[in-house]
T-cell receptor, first 114, second 111 residues
Framework: NAGVTQTPKFQVLKTGQSMTLQCAQD?????MYWYRQDPGMGLRLIYY???????DKGEVPNGYNVSRLNKREFSLRLESAAPSQTSVYFC?????????????FGSGTQLSVL | RKEVEQDPGPFNVPEGATVAFNCTYS??????FFWYRQDCRKEPKLLMS?????NEDGRFTAQLNRASQYISLLIRDSKLSDSATYLC????WGYGQNFVFGPGTRLSVLP
């Protein structure tokens, strides 16, 4: 059982380049999330998808776009990377956030923008 | 704005010590509370949910005070393997279905 698979694990970009972070879960979860984590700060929500076909902005959406391709996959795209987007990115999923279940996380992507 | 705040840490304690972490949250409407553990920038993993009556899981005890909007985590008989960052997490429906993470408190258990 793979859980949440996130790729790539590491990426270095130059300012202005674009890239897509991939996330897939095999647990039939409805809700999926993209967070970023910066030193000294908690995880901050970038975008989330409450169900297949829907996406919504979180706390820090500027500079990012997302696609909920199907129930399994939720991708995060940086159209024109900036040094301020250097961070560790985590994808997460949950069946129903209204219950007391746990979030399942991917292993993270360390992104550096030069 | 800081919705979830935690003790800044780090906490350096000897093996066998008892250590307590504190967390406060700003949204009085929050209903669900959790402690997650994160090792060395790896993904966070659920340590325990926090219930209104308080709950215990082995050496770990979580308490919730809704009136003070305060959550605590007590670790007894600390082990070297408890060294990690502990994240306080609060459900917050301000951004739809979201979980707000505190900045974390780092614990180092020393031999």
């Amino acid at each position: 059982n793979a859980g949440v698979t996130q790729t790539p694990k590491f990426q270095v970009l130059k300012t202005g380049q674009s890239m897509t972070l991939q996330c897939a879960q095999d647990m039939n979860h409805n809700s999926m999330y993209w967070y970023r984590q910066d030193p000294g700060m908690g995880l901050r929500l970038i975008y989330y998808s409450a169900s297949e076909g829907t996406t919504d902005k979180g706390e820090v959406p500027n500079g990012y776009n997302v696609s909920r391709l199907n129930k399994r996959e939720f991708s995060l795209r940086l159209e024109s990377a900036a040094p301020s987007q250097t961070s560790v990115y985590f994808c997460a999923s949950i069946m129903d956030p209204a219950t007391n279940e746990k979030l399942f996380f991917g292993s993270g992507t360390q992104l550096s923008v030069l | 704005r800081k919705e979830v705040e935690q003790d800044p840490g780090p906490f350096n304690v000897p093996e066998g010590a008892t250590v307590a972490f504190n967390c406060t949250y700003s949204n009085s409407a929050s209903q669900s509370f959790f402690w997650y553990r994160q090792d060395c920038r790896k993904e966070p993993k659920l340590l325990m949910s926090v219930y209104s009556s308080g709950n215990e899981d082995g050496r770990f005890t979580a308490q919730l005070n809704r009136a003070s909007q305060y959550i605590s985590l007590l670790i007894r008989d600390s082990k070297l393997s408890d060294s990690a960052t502990y994240l306080c997490v609060v459900e917050d429906w301000g951004y739809g279905q979201n979980f707000v993470f505190g900045p974390g408190t780092r614990l180092s258990v020393l031999p």
